[in-house]
């Protein structure tokens, strides 16, 4: 089967196809045969992880070349190796729960197929990412899954904040791309080669100096940056909350946001051979992580702080994988990896629960904040408790599955007494605000009494996915308890086998840390022994600072956003005005320049012309005369001729030459005789000659 | 015959247009597409054989003469193609076919449009066949004579503005190369314009000579392209040219200057190539930043994708200046390609919604997607396409662009042009956004109706290529690799 694991990607992308050009007039059929390839893929995957457990996690590799450069082969394949098969299996199993409660949820929506075919796109693009077996290909189905996350955010795209919501998800996470592209260009300049085998063993032979590798480690972490929505760029996720709530569940919850922490586990070799990269991927995991769950903390939007809390628990994951390649890299043996992996497996399930959870809730009370929920226990049995159990499992209460994750989270801070304090502060905020949540809406008397009479449970349809969902986020996390011996540790362990042992102290510490997270928010809550309100009014300022959450979006407006459109109408006006400027003025001013020449041409150039032929004609009509064809005239002026020489000729004895005055006297004579003759003709023939000049 | 077949048919075409009566519109429309058809089909066979039979050497292939034409000048006529010319010559008959049914609209003298559309088909695909340089300046300038009428009276508001402007700015560039062509042509012993004999020989002109025909050749095929800062021609000519001419515009005419530059300025003059290849590359960088930041500012639609193909010939310019890299020079290719599909049927969409709602402003519109789902998809399709989404052609060559050149450009360089990756992605969404989702303005709108199947047929084949190239562009790779090759010989000398 593992052979034919291509196929689980493709049957969704099939689903994808029909359902836009063959079933979209036909909703039932349309999300039937959608659920139908999920359900095949996920048997598939099943499948294929008994493979890999059968092969003792042995990879598989098969691919085709995508490009045939000189240099070096961009190649399409696939790899199953245990990280492979485990995320095939949390991706079809959410995909799978999600779409069949989306029949229910999105009931009666004009665009209904066109969901299923979406949500069909977003699972292919999903299980592509997991199968690849390069990062040419991981980047590819990267940017797939942030094509469909956007088309799903803007599912309702009538609404402003939807629209607004999705491109805004689009454009930060693509700025993290951005890193993640200048690290593969590194890695294919460096390297040579994009697939996940030859990038490894070329890091571990060491043929990357090691700033260049820090760099491309960090480069690519940038990529996971901004799909598991880490500092600085988280700031789309909770806006994201804005799509269908079953999106929020698979896509920006369980699989597509944890593909930035797979991106770090399938890479971790990068992070072993960098310290320096590890810690950064470290301290923005943390960081990521106590930001986001103290805002967490005072959001009243249900889905919005199940959104913090998935950053939260994103950062999580992500600081255990930089401890891990922190600690590796100085030679220490660390959990980090396998927590952070197991994290993530255990993390989809109960927050996908929790999500879906969430959108029974609104289904039943048309809003989501939790200020008018209140008392929803007796209305919506199935939803409150299942809900519950995921909040147990959050908050990592024994045995729930999240408990063993979380523990191990915790205990990959060994060494770190800063980290682990800060994750032991995570934990206990985590738990407080998946409490102060559960008791503001199912417990307590409803605040909006006219939402609460029309509350009721959800159909069956919605209820039992939620129902299996629960089950794994109590069960799923046995696969990694510490007293097996071939537990999830040692599947997924990456170089050495980590052999992961029971610590009494830490898993008591984490439960009493949990539990007083509950307590207090039982006792604000549920008891009201403490007042919110008093706590707000004292620690006004701190609260008013997290409810805007850190003012990230308008920092971001303010010095990222604005700068650059400025700048784009700055561009805009100097092209429009200077370089074109520039070209019409050259335009401009060879009009001008050929008006002067023709001003020029026609009075300095043709002028002359024109004027040397007046001067002609004129000197015509006077010249005339002298041919005027009478023979006294003639000898007349033969005989001045006559006498005119003879002065001159008996000048000349005393003057010597002089031509000029000589030409001068002979021309004025001429006239004088035209003259002369003329009177003597009296005027005739006059004007008859006048225009003979052409 | 093949080849000459591709310049003859729509000139022929052409003729017969003009015979047909011309209140016959019907007739005229048909027989242009027929006559268009038949050279789109020749390109389509020979990129077949071509890909099988021919694309393992990089020698010319359906070579016709060179035949005497003006013996005493030594000019002939000298066709040939090889695989760089290949690629383009299936994108012109593609694009000029798809054009020509795209404009059955055109309701004003018709029979002189199609006539000119078949003139200008005949020009450009005999730019991208011509080898010999006397040859290849006709086609280079014939072409602007129909592409100025075509803009000129059949254009938008300022037509005559744009018409002039294209004409003046192309013809400032055509100096430039004349005068070059002059310079090898008397350098050359024996005086030849035979482009082949011609980059046999370019290499042994003195390094100042060189500098000066290539800055030449740059200047006048840069303004084709168009290269930072000679590009404001493209918008005003895009925006008022009629649909089908800004398709033609966007989809071949930009390429013949890049195609230029690989053909013949490149492997001409590899000296001064050497010493300005920096220089190319931040014009590049700038164009691509720059073309971004513009489109981003944009209120007309048309105009937003005329200034988003200068940010995308910038990534062109930029695989040209790392001419050592084959990768960067295939990735050159195909981004050529891609953006004239792509753009291609951005404009050929535009048209579209220009058709019904006679207004082409962003800001009008909005919640398009709700009233008209097939176009919006078709629409978020290319606008995906263009942004360089994964899985479309944009993306194959934008990738092996950069890392093509990541290889030999400067490195800070070439990360500064990974940023038009999101700067591309914010202006096309934010158009999306404005114009495809949030309300819808029923009154105003409501009257619009969905792209029609005559539409869809003319975009749809655009689609197919873009996401055929983005699945697996092997092929096309493979078809150009053993020219690319040759192509390296040549500039690395």
Same mark, same amino acid.
């Given at each position: ?475 799923? @996390? ?15 362990? #990456? ?123 004129? @000197? ?59 009177? &003597? ?14 | ?149 075509? &803009? ?62 290539? &800055? ?14 000679? #590009? ?41 190539? #050497? ?8 014009? @590049? ?105 994964? @899985? ?10 950069? &890392? ?90």
């Amino acid at each position: 089967m593992t052979k034919y694991a291509f196929l689980i990607p493709l049957l969704p992308l099939l689903a994808f196809v029909l359902i836009v050009f063959f079933f979209r007039w036909k909703e039932k059929l349309s999300s039937l045969f959608a659920i139908a390839m999920i359900i095949i893929s996920w048997v598939m995957s099943v499948m294929v992880l008994l493979e890999t457990i059968a092969r003792h996690g042995a990879p598989y590799e098969a691919f085709y070349q995508f490009i045939n450069l000189p240099k070096f082969i961009l190649e399409i394949g696939i790899l199953v190796d245990p990280l492979t098969a485990v995320m095939l299996m949390v991706v079809t199993t959410v995909g799978a729960c999600v779409e069949v409660y989306s029949i229910g949820y999105m009931h009666g929506d004009p665009r209904f197929s066109r969901f299923f075919a979406y949500l069909s796109l977003f699972l292919f693009s999903m299980l592509g990412l997991v199968v690849a077996n390069n990062f040419f290909m991981i980047f590819i189905f990267w940017e797939l899954v942030g094509l469909t996350s956007y088309l799903l955010i803007g599912f309702w795209f009538e609404k402003k904040s939807a629209a607004d919501a999705c491109k805004k998800a689009f454009i930060t996470t693509r700025v993290g791309d951005l890193g993640f592209l200048v690290g593969l260009f590194m890695m294919g300049f460096y390297l040579g080669t994009f697939n996940y085998g030859g990038v490894f063993e070329k890091v571990a032979a060491g043929v990357v100096p090691a700033g260049i590798l820090t760099l491309m480690a960090i480069f690519v972490f940038g990529g996971a940056v901004g799909k598991s929505a880490q500092f600085p760029l988280h700031v789309w996720l909770p806006d994201a909350m804005e799509g269908p709530t079953p999106v929020s569940a698979l896509i920006h919850a369980a699989t597509m946001v944890a593909a930035g922490v797979y991106l770090v586990a399938r890479s971790i070799t990068l992070y072993v051979g960098s310290t320096e990269a590890s810690l950064v991927v470290a301290v923005i995991g943390i960081v990521t992580s106590v930001m986001a769950a103290t805002i967490a903390l005072v959001q009243n939007d249900i889905k919005r702080v199940l959104a913090y809390s998935t950053i939260s628990q994103l950062g999580y994951m992500i600081m255990a994988l930089g401890l891990y390649g922190y600690d590796t890299s100085l030679g220490h043996h660390s959990a980090g990896f396998y927590a952070g992996t197991f994290h993530l497996m255990t993390h989809a399930f109960f927050k996908g629960l929790l999500f879906l959870g969430a959108g029974s809730v609104i289904h039943a009370v048309h809003t989501n904040d939790i200020q008018d929920m209140g008392g929803l226990l007796s209305k919506t049995k199935i939803t409150a408790y299942t809900f519950m159990i995921a909040s147990l499992s959050i908050s990592g209460i024994f045995p729930f599955s999240g408990f063993w994750s979380k523990d191990e989270v915790i205990a990959s801070t060994g060494g770190h007494p800063i980290f682990m304090f800060l994750t032991l502060v995570v934990a206990f905020m985590t738990a407080f605000y998946m409490w102060r949540l559960c008791f503001l809406t199912f417990f307590g008397k409803p605040r909006d009494q006219h939402r609460f009479e029309h509350a009721h449970e959800s159909p069956k349809v919605m209820t039992v996915p939620l129902m299996i969902l629960a089950f794994l986020s109590i069960f799923a @996390g046995w696969v990694g308890l510490p007293w097996l011996s071939n537990g999830f540790s040692s599947f997924v362990f #990456h170089g050495e086998a980590y052999k992961t042992e029971a610590s009494w102290l830490m898993m008591t510490i984490s439960t009493i840390v949990a539990g007083s997270g509950i307590v207090v928010a039982y006792l604000m809550y549920y008891k009201k022994v403490i007042s919110p309100e008093r706590m707000m009014e004292r620690f006004k300022p701190i609260y008013t600072l997290l409810y805007n959450k850190y003012y990230f979006d308008e920092l971001y407006q303010v010095g990222v956003l604005n700068p650059v459109m400025a700048f784009g109408r700055l561009m805009w006006k100097f092209d429009a005005k200077v370089i074109d400027g520039l070209v019409n003025f050259t335009g401009w001013f060879t009009i001008v320049w050929a008006d002067i020449q023709q001003w020029f041409d026609k009075w300095i150039i043709d002028g002359a012309v024109n004027g040397s032929g007046w001067l002609v004609r004129q @000197g015509a009509n006077v010249l005339k005369f002298i041919q005027s064809g009478s023979m006294q005239f003639y000898a007349l002026f033969i005989l001045t001729g006559i006498v005119l020489f003879g002065i001159f000729k008996f000048e000349l004895v005393f003057i010597s030459y002089r031509w000029p005055t000589l030409s001068i006297i002979f021309i004025l004579s001429v006239v004088l005789l035209a003259g002369v003759s003329r009177m &003597i003709q009296g005027g005739y023939e006059t004007n008859e000659n006048a225009e003979s000049e052409e | 015959m093949l080849l000459s077949s591709l310049i003859f048919v729509p000139l022929i075409g052409m003729i017969v247009v003009m015979l047909i009566p011309k209140d016959k519109f019907s007739t005229i429309r048909w027989t242009s597409t027929i006559f268009s058809m038949i050279p789109m089909f020749t390109s389509f066979w020979i990129t077949w054989d071509y890909f099988f039979n021919y694309s393992g050497s990089a020698a010319m292939a359906y070579v016709e003469g060179p035949f005497k034409w003006i013996p005493s000048l030594n000019v002939h006529y000298f066709l040939g193609v090889d695989g760089i010319s290949v690629p383009l010559l299936f994108l012109t008959g593609l694009l000029s076919t798809i054009s020509i049914v795209a404009s059955f609209g055109i309701n004003k003298r018709v029979k002189e449009y199609f006539a000119f559309f078949l003139l200008l088909e005949a020009s450009m695909m005999g730019v991208f066949v011509s080898l010999d340089f006397f040859l290849f300046y006709v086609f280079w300038e014939i072409m602007l004579v129909p592409m100025y009428f075509l &803009i000129g009276i059949w254009g938008g508001p300022r037509k005559e503005y744009a018409a002039i402007k294209f004409f003046l700015y192309t013809l400032f560039g055509s100096i430039f190369m004349l005068v070059s062509i002059l310079i090898v042509y008397f350098t050359s012993q024996p005086h030849t314009l035979n482009i082949l004999t011609l980059i046999k020989q370019g290499s042994a002109l003195p390094y100042t000579l060189q500098m000066v025909c290539f &800055i030449f050749f740059f200047i006048s095929f840069g303004v084709k392209v168009p290269i930072w800062p000679l #590009h404001t021609w493209l918008p005003d000519a895009h925006v008022e040219a009629p649909t089908a001419v800004s398709v033609i515009l966007a989809g071949v005419l930009l390429k013949m200057g890049t195609y230029a530059m690989l053909r013949i300025s490149w492997p001409m003059f590899p000296k001064a190539l #050497h010493s300005l290849s920096f220089w190319i590359a931040v014009i @590049g960088v700038i164009a691509i930043i720059y073309g971004a930041l513009v489109s981003m500012a944009q209120k007309d639609l048309k105009k937003l994708v005329a200034y988003s193909s200068v940010s995308h010939m910038g990534y062109c310019m930029v695989a040209l200046a790392a001419y050592t890299s084959a990768t960067a020079i295939t990735g050159c290719m195909f981004q050529m390609v891609s953006h004239g599909l792509i753009t291609g049927a951005l404009f050929l969409l535009v048209g579209v919604l220009y058709d019904r709602a006679h207004t082409r402003e962003i800001a009008v519109f909005g919640g398009l997607s709700s009233k008209l789902p097939v176009y919006s998809g078709i629409m978020l399709l290319f606008s995906m396409a263009a942004l360089g989404l994964p @899985g479309m052609s944009g993306f194959v060559s934008e990738f092996m662009i950069f &890392i093509g050149s990541f290889g030999v450009l400067n490195k800070v360089l070439v990360s500064i042009a990974v940023l038009g990756v999101v700067l591309g992605a914010t202006y096309m969404l934010r158009m999306v956004q404005k114009v495809f989702l949030g309300e819808f303005n029923l009154e105003r709108w409501g009257g619009l109706t969905d792209i029609n199947l005559r539409e869809i047929i003319t975009v749809a084949p655009l689609a197919v290529l873009v996401i055929a190239i983005g699945v697996y562009p092997k092929p096309l790779a493979d078809l150009m690799s053993a020219t690319i090759q040759h192509f390296i010989t040549l500039v690395v000398r």
